[in-house]
């Protein structure tokens, strides 16, 4: 599969600060997917994107599908506590049968 | 609630065992994933079904065989696992291959 590159690795923030984590490749992707996964549970998906330069929402969560379709961001508003856990990106291109994934950015919120 | 169940959650086993780990999926999706995630590491697809019908891969020792009766139930047939397989291991389905995917909650998987 195409190598994602997800930066940050890490993140350890203040409660009440915004985060903002991408992820790049050399190759062009038609989907960019952020999922996060809690401890010990799967990755759920938070938002899903399918077109260049669109810019997505999901309460404190905004993506955006790079335009040059080799990237993607995740911001995260306001963060709280809850927000901590590692979130990856996820990526499509036309070839290949399943999502290439990030190594993920673990997000730690200090209170 | 993600419409994909796995069991069991965890599992322990030795190096000599035969064990399966089931997932379901509630959601209607013709398409369906094995990934591994190790400590460390990204996740790696194993396998990927549709419509029933193995279409990928990725290189994984025999010691996995997946089987998929139908297009709702996978399976991963585990036998003489090495303890660098301990893992976490997830299930995932989409409506077709190459389309958004839903993970399971994922079955713990301790070799020793």
């Known amino acids: 599969g195409q190598q994602l590159n997800q930066s940050p690795q890490s993140m350890f923030i203040q409660e009440g600060e915004d985060v903002s984590m991408n992820c790049t490749s050399s190759?062009?992707?038609?989907?960019w997917l952020w999922y996060k996964q809690d401890p010990g549970e799967g990755p759920v998906l938070l938002i899903a994107?399918?077109?260049?330069?669109e810019l997505t929402s999901n309460g404190r969560l905004t993506a955006q599908f790079g335009i040059t379709r080799k990237d993607s961001f995740l911001n995260i508003s306001a963060s709280i506590p809850s927000d901590v856990g590692i979130y990856f990106c996820?990526?499509?291109?036309?070839?290949?049968?399943?999502?290439?994934f990030g190594k993920g950015t673990s997000l730690l919120v200090t209170p | 609630e993600t419409g994909v169940t796995q069991t069991p959650r965890h599992l322990v086993m030795g190096m000599t065992n035969k064990k399966s780990l089931k997932c379901e999926q509630h959601?209607?999706?013709?398409?369906m994933y094995w990934y591994k995630q190790s400590a460390k590491k990204p996740l790696e697809l194993m396998f990927v079904?549709?419509?029933?019908?193995?279409?990928e891969n990725n290189s994984v020792p025999s010691r996995f065989s997946p089987e998929c009766p139908n297009s709702s139930h996978l399976f991963l047939h585990l036998h003489t696992l090495q303890p660098e397989d301990s893992a976490l291991y997830l299930c995932?389905?989409?409506?077709?291959?190459?389309?958004?995917?839903?993970f399971g909650e994922g079955s713990w998987l301790t070799v020793v």
């Open positions: 996820a990526g499509l291109t036309n070839s290949g049968y399943a999502l290439n």
């Open positions: 959601l209607g999706h013709n398409a």
């Open positions: 995932a389905s989409s409506q077709d291959s190459r389309d958004t995917i839903y």
């Open positions: 994107l399918y077109k260049a330069g």
């Open positions: 079904y549709s419509l029933e019908e193995r279409v």
């Open positions: 190759s062009i992707f038609n989907t």
